[in-house]
């Protein structure tokens, strides 16, 4: 079966409160959400030919460190190209949420 | 205002005229004989229409102009408002410690909502048809993303260091002068 669409809702699948960068700082980390749900929701939309669409409501905000690794995490993993193809994000709570992911995905391999 | 205007103007012609007669002798040789046919009373009138529609036109756009700016500043206003309460809500930075589940949700949340307010004067702009790039708009988002990071990203959550206090000092600074540089734009535009 194809998919045409993989959901992932941050605030129901994974944490209200989204942490830190790395899990040495702290629970519900950007490197903990890359391991633990985007990767593998990813690879699942990229194996199927679909796009996973990232909802990003009903959390109380996110830092920047924490989308930095997850999103910028993923585009050094996968590439740019790649995570443009299969990814899309909405977040109704914050409109300028969505331009940031992108802005860390594109600059996923400069140095930080 | 402008009516006021234009009665003083009158008034000053009149009286401009009044000392120049008494002044200039050739002007008082001038005999003159007040005549009005019906082409020169149409022409008075067409010319007081043209007037009044000048200034109903002129009137209209000078009030919805007056009326967007003041809403404009208004959500400029906000955002300064949200731009305070998370300057209080980061005080907690400088306890030297590492944040707390609680602390660490409130400054995401006060962060979001200086983020939507910033989002709100945008909208706000785009229904009233101003250029953003006329008030160098990305200037305030810049600032916006540059506070987010000093408050959110290395070493968040915390300890923050003296340096990152600074950066989240001068953070606060920027984004309060871009308020302040926006604010004046809007009202200078």
Known sequence: MILQRVELNV???????????????????????????????????????????????????????????????????????????????????????????????RNANKIR | VRWTFCVLLLLVGVLVGFILGLIVPGLRAVSWTPTLTLGD?????????????????????????????KLLLDLVTDARTALHALEETSAVCKSGKKLAQEERADLLSAERDLSNAVHSIEEGLGHCSVKLHKLDFEKLKD?????????????FPGPYDPLSLRTIRDGFTLMRNELTRMAFAINRR
């Open chain 1, 11 to 105: 605030a129901k699948e994974f944490a209200r409160i989204p942490g830190p960068r790395k899990r040495a700082e702290g629970e519900f980390s950007g490197e903990e959400f890359l391991e633990t749900q985007l990767r593998p929701r990813f690879i699942e939309a990229q194996q199927s030919g679909a796009t996973l669409h990232v909802n990003l409501d009903g959390t109380v905000g996110y830092g920047t460190s924490f989308l930095e690794e997850a999103f910028g995490g993923l585009a050094r993993e996968f590439g740019v190209r790649e995570v443009e193809q299969h990814l899309e994000v909405t977040c109704t709570d914050e409109p300028y949420l969505q331009d940031q992911i992108w802005k860390y995905i």
């Open chain 2, 41 to 69: 009373a149409l022409h008075a009138l067409a010319i007081l229409l043209v007037g009044v529609v000048i200034d109903y036109v002129y009137a209209s756009q000078t009030s919805s102009k007056q009326s967007d700016t």
């Open chain 2, 143 to 155: 600032a916006r993303v540059k506070l987010k990071e000093s408050l959110t990203d290395n070493p």
